[in-house]
C-alpha cells in the first residue's frame, strides 16, 4: 500500500512539471499507444491514478518493464487520446522505510 502510495506521489509530482508542448506532440488514439508498449517494449501497467477535479479527469499511467528496465508515462483523457510525457530506462520501485517505533503516527 505504502509503496502504491509512494510511488504515485512522486510520479504526480513529476506529471505537475511536464511541459505540455511534449505531451502534444507525443499522442494517439490509446489502443493503438498501449500495443506499441507492450508489443515493442514489453511494457505492462505498473501504476495509475485520476488527477484532475469532478469534471474532467485525467488517468495517469506508468508502464514499465523488468525484462528491459524500460518505463512509459502516459496521461489520457476521457475521449481516449494518450499522451506521453516521459520515458526512461531503469526503472524500478522502492519499498517504503519502516519508520522507528517512536516516529510511527
Same mark, same amino acid.
Given at each position: 500500500?505504502?509503496k ?11 506529471l505537475? +512539471? !511536464? ?6 506532440? =507525443? ?5 493503438? *499507444?498501449? $500495443? ?5 517494449y514489453?511494457e505492462?501497467? +505498473? !501504476? ?6 469532478? =469534471? ?5 499511467? *506508468?508502464? $514499465?518493464?523488468?525484462?528491459?528496465g ?32 517512536g516516529?510511527?503516527?
Amino acid at each position: 500500500m505504502f509503496k502504491r502510495l509512494t510511488i504515485s506521489g512522486l510520479l504526480f509530482g513529476l506529471l505537475a +512539471v !511536464a511541459q505540455p508542448s511534449l505531451a502534444r506532440e =507525443n499522442c494517439g488514439v490509446r489502443e493503438t *499507444v498501449v $500495443a506499441k508498449l507492450q508489443n515493442s517494449y514489453s511494457e505492462s501497467l +505498473v !501504476a495509475g491514478g485520476l488527477q484532475g477535479n469532478k =469534471n474532467v479527469q485525467t488517468m495517469v499511467e *506508468v508502464w $514499465a518493464s523488468e525484462k528491459t528496465g524500460t518505463f512509459t508515462m502516459l496521461l489520457t483523457s476521457p475521449e481516449g487520446v494518450s499522451c506521453v510525457v516521459a520515458v526512461g530506462t531503469n526503472f524500478f520501485t522502492k519499498e517504503p522505510m519502516e519508520l522507528a517505533e517512536g516516529l510511527k503516527g
